[in-house]
């Protein structure tokens, strides 16, 4: 018997958390000026902005595989998180007259990521050690 497919949400999900993530990635590894003022501001640059590109290029090639997308969603969050709690305690929402457009896609990708982790929970709870 051949496993049920996940529906279409699941991977809207996914690639709406990939390509999110994965466009940030030219500014991170380009060192665009803005993404280097930011990781600057969080006394971060450059390892913060490589490292955390590099966490993000991992989540997005994992949340496009089936059997990584629950890892990718996991990484995703945690990048979300970091990103969200930046904006609130050093950047604020809007950063160089962005009009709060980093701090939106943010919480946009941590919605899709917890998207993910709902609709693929059988994935990551099958995991879980089982009490006896």
């Known amino acids: 018997m051949q496993p049920a497919r996940p529906p ?5 999900a996914q ?4 390509v999110l993530l994965g466009q940030t990635l030219f500014f991170k590894f380009g060192g665009a000026p803005e993404s280097v003022w930011i990781f600057e501001t969080l006394g971060a640059e ?3 902005r490589l490292g955390s590109g590099a966490v993000e290029a991992l989540a ?6 089936p059997r990584g997308a629950v890892w990718g969603a996991l990484l995703g969050l945690g990048s979300m998180l970091g990103a969200i709690a930046s904006h609130l305690v050093f950047l604020g929402i809007e950063v160089q007259g ?3 457009l980093l701090f939106a896609l943010a919480n946009v990708v941590l919605v899709a990521c917890l998207a993910v982790l709902w609709l693929r929970r059988g ?5 879980l050690p089982r009490r006896a």
């Open 60 to 65: 997005v090639v994992l949340l496009v595989t």
């Open 98 to 100: 962005d009009g709060g």
């Open 123 to 127: 994935q990551w709870l099958a995991l």
């Open 8 to 12: 279409l949400v699941v991977w809207v």
């Open 46 to 48: 450059p390892w913060g």
């Open 15 to 18: 690639l709406a958390a990939a």
